[in-house]
Antibody, heavy 116, light 107 residues
Framework: EVQLVESGGGLVKPGGSLRLSCAASGFTFSSASMSWVRQAPGKGLEWVGHFNSKIDGGTTAYAAPVKGRFIISRDDSESTLYLEVNSLKTEDTAVYYC???????WGQGTLVTVSS | DIQMTQSPSSLSASVGDRVTITCRASQGIRNDLGWYQQKPGKAPKRLISTASSLESGVPSRFSGSGSGTEFTLTISSLQPEDFATYYCLQNNSYPPTFGGGTKVEIK
């Protein structure tokens, strides 16, 4: 069974940083492209970015609102995906989900609140 | 970016009703469309991929159709557990984009 467990969210001041983690199990993580998606309170879903598997080139891509501020990385030996969120703005407040290739399977999410 | 216009944004229906939700893409996306169900406080769950392929374990009352720019999610007989918010997602080209959501409420 595919399991994705996010952690690392919390309350942070504008301009601050956090590192979110997504621990994966139940599938061959190293062969999977992985994504982050976020959802602001009471709002819809927004793709944040992805990290392709090595087989698919090991490339990353980001949504325009987060490009240059967010960094996705992965540790295939630990089956873990990361999202480093920097220069945070109040509009980055959201539940952050990790998801498998094609956004098939999702974790339960971790809440990031940006507030002074 | 491809814009996904989903309608209606909300609807009220009764148990047993037939419900139809529509997504329109701003340009052709072949059949690269999925439908998701999200209940309050939970992660989205994919119901349908490639416009019409039902995920394993999803009840057959859910169906999807369409290709190109017009897509439909149909619930043939609404059940109490189907009250939720539904989203479409295009993954034809980057960035993947979601529709705005349809909240299905009890009438």
């Amino acid at each position: 069974e595919v399991q994705l467990v996010e952690s690392g969210g919390g309350l942070v001041k504008p301009g601050g940083s956090l590192r979110l983690s997504c621990a994966a199990s139940g599938f061959t993580f190293s062969s999977a492209s992985m994504s982050w998606v976020r959802q602001a309170p009471g709002k819809g879903l927004e793709w944040v970015g992805h990290f392709n598997s090595k087989i698919d080139g090991g490339t990353t891509a980001y949504a325009a609102p987060v490009k240059g501020r967010f960094i996705i990385s992965r540790d295939d030996s630990e089956s873990t995906l990361y999202l480093e969120v920097n220069s945070l703005k109040t509009e980055d407040t959201a539940v952050y989900y990790c998801a498998t290739s094609g956004l098939t399977h999702w974790g339960q999410g971790t809440l990031v609140t940006v507030s002074s | 970016d491809i814009q996904m216009t989903q309608s209606p944004s909300s609807l009220s229906a009764s148990v047993g009703d037939r419900v139809t939700i529509t997504c329109r893409a701003s340009q052709g996306i072949r059949n690269d469309l999925g439908w998701y169900q999200q209940k309050p406080g939970k992660a989205p769950k994919r119901l349908i991929s490639t416009a019409s392929s039902l995920e394993s374990g999803v009840p057959s009352r859910f169906s999807g159709s369409g290709s190109g720019t017009e897509f439909t999610l149909t619930i043939s007989s609404l059940q109490p557990e189907d009250f939720a918010t539904y989203y479409c997602l295009q993954n034809n080209s980057y960035p993947p984009t979601f529709g705005g959501g349809t909240k299905v409420e009890i009438k």
